[in-house]
C-alpha cells in the first residue's frame, strides 16, 4: 500500500552535511596513507595493516589519537545528511542511522589498539587489546555491508548494483585480508595484507562518495539512482 512521501529537508546545510562523507573518504587517505605512513619509518602499505599505524609502539600513535576525534564527527555529520536528503525513502533514513551508529561505536576503536608486531611473542594468548580490536572489526564490517546494503534498497537496479559490487568487493578482500592477518601473531610473512586490506576499505569510502555526490547533486532521493524510470512513491526497501 502506497504511504504520502515526507518531502526531503532541504537546506543549505544538507549539502554541507553530504560534503562529509566525501572529506571523510579523502581525509582517511591522506591521514593514514600520506602523514600518519610518513611518520612511521619502514612501514610497508602493501605488507601491513593500517592499524599498525596506530599499534602499540608505532610512531605515528600520538598523531593518529590526536586527529582522532575527526572520523566520528565527519561521519555522523555525514549520517545525519543522508536522514535529511532521504526524503520518503525509509531505507535510505536507516541508512543514516547505520553511519551514525557506527561513528558513536567507532569510539571504542581507542581502548583497543593491536599490539605492535614487535611486541608479539610467538605461541602467547592475545591480549585483551587484541581481542577487542578484533571485536571491533567484525562489528565495523557489519556496520559497513548493512550501511551499502540498506542504501541499495533504497534506489533502482543501477545503483543496487554498484553497491552489490562494493559490498562483494569489501567482504572479498576483508576475507583475504583476515587469512593474511592470521600469521602476524606468529611472526609469519603477510605480502599482500596492506593491499587487500585497503581494497576493501576503498570500497566502502567510494560508496561513501558515490552517495554523497548523488544526493549532493540531485538534492532529493526519490529522483536519483532510480536507472530507466523515476517515480514518486514511498520504497520502503
Not at 605515528?60 to 543522508?82: E, K
Not at 567507532?106 to 589498539?113: N, V
Not at 611473542?121 to 577487542?132: E, K, L, M, W, Y
Not at 540531485?218 to 514511498?234: I, K, L, P
Given at each position: 500500500?502506497?504511504?504520502?512521501?515526507?518531502?526531503?529537508?532541504?537546506?543549505?546545510?544538507?549539502?554541507?552535511?553530504?560534503?562529509?562523507?566525501?572529506?571523510?573518504?579523502?581525509?582517511?587517505?591522506?591521514?593514514?596513507?600520506?602523514?600518519?605512513?610518513?611518520?612511521?619509518?619502514?612501514?610497508?602499505?602493501?605488507?601491513?595493516?593500517?592499524?599498525?599505524?596506530?599499534?602499540?609502539?608505532?610512531?605515528?600513535?600520538?598523531?593518529?589519537?590526536?586527529?582522532?576525534?575527526?572520523?566520528?564527527?565527519?561521519?555522523?555529520?555525514?549520517?545525519?545528511?543522508?536522514?535529511?536528503?532521504?526524503?520518503?525513502?525509509?531505507?535510505?533514513?536507516?541508512?543514516?542511522?547505520?553511519?551514525?551508529?557506527?561513528?558513536?561505536?567507532?569510539?571504542?576503536?581507542?581502548?583497543?589498539?593491536?599490539t605492535s608486531r614487535a611486541d608479539m611473542a610467538p605461541g602467547a594468548p592475545a591480549t585483551v587489546n587484541d581481542v577487542g580490536h578484533i571485536v571491533m572489526t567484525v562489528v565495523t564490517l557489519v556496520f559497513i555491508v548493512s550501511q551499502?546494503?540498506?542504501?541499495?534498497?533504497?534506489?533502482?537496479?543501477?545503483?543496487?548494483?554498484?553497491?552489490?559490487?562494493?559490498?562483494?568487493?569489501?567482504?572479498?578482500?576483508?576475507?583475504?585480508?583476515?587469512?593474511?592477518?592470521?600469521?602476524?601473531?606468529?611472526?609469519?610473512?603477510?605480502?599482500?595484507?596492506?593491499?587487500?586490506?585497503?581494497?576493501?576499505?576503498?570500497?566502502?569510502?567510494?560508496?561513501?562518495?558515490?552517495?554523497?555526490?548523488?544526493?549532493?547533486?540531485?538534492?532529493?532521493?526519490?529522483?536519483?539512482?532510480?536507472?530507466?524510470?523515476?517515480?514518486?512513491?514511498?520504497?520502503?526497501?
Amino acid at each position: 500500500m502506497s504511504t504520502r512521501i515526507r518531502p526531503p529537508t532541504n537546506t543549505s546545510l544538507t549539502p554541507i552535511l553530504l560534503a562529509c562523507g566525501v572529506a571523510y573518504a579523502v581525509a582517511y587517505v591522506v591521514v593514514n596513507d600520506v602523514v600518519a605512513a610518513g611518520l612511521y619509518e619502514g612501514y610497508d602499505p602493501v605488507s601491513q595493516a593500517v592499524s599498525e599505524l596506530s599499534a602499540t609502539g608505532s610512531p605515528a600513535t600520538s598523531f593518529l589519537t590526536a586527529v582522532f576525534p575527526i572520523w566520528p564527527l565527519l561521519l555522523t555529520a555525514f549520517g545525519v545528511g543522508v536522514r535529511r536528503a532521504a526524503g520518503g525513502r525509509r531505507a535510505l533514513r536507516v541508512t543514516g542511522d547505520l553511519l551514525i551508529a557506527h561513528a558513536i561505536v567507532g569510539l571504542l576503536w581507542l581502548a583497543f589498539p593491536m599490539t605492535s608486531r614487535a611486541d608479539m611473542a610467538p605461541g602467547a594468548p592475545a591480549t585483551v587489546n587484541d581481542v577487542g580490536h578484533i571485536v571491533m572489526t567484525v562489528v565495523t564490517l557489519v556496520f559497513i555491508v548493512s550501511q551499502i546494503g540498506f542504501s541499495a534498497a533504497a534506489f533502482g537496479w543501477r545503483f543496487r548494483l554498484y553497491a552489490t559490487v562494493s559490498a562483494v568487493a569489501f567482504v572479498v578482500f576483508g576475507a583475504l585480508t583476515g587469512v593474511q592477518a592470521r600469521t602476524v601473531s606468529t611472526g609469519g610473512p603477510t605480502p599482500w595484507m596492506g593491499l587487500f586490506e585497503r581494497l576493501s576499505i576503498a570500497s566502502w569510502l567510494l560508496w561513501m562518495v558515490v552517495l554523497a555526490v548523488m544526493l549532493m547533486t540531485h538534492g532529493d532521493a526519490e529522483r536519483v539512482g532510480s536507472g530507466d524510470t523515476v517515480r514518486s512513491r514511498a520504497v520502503d526497501g
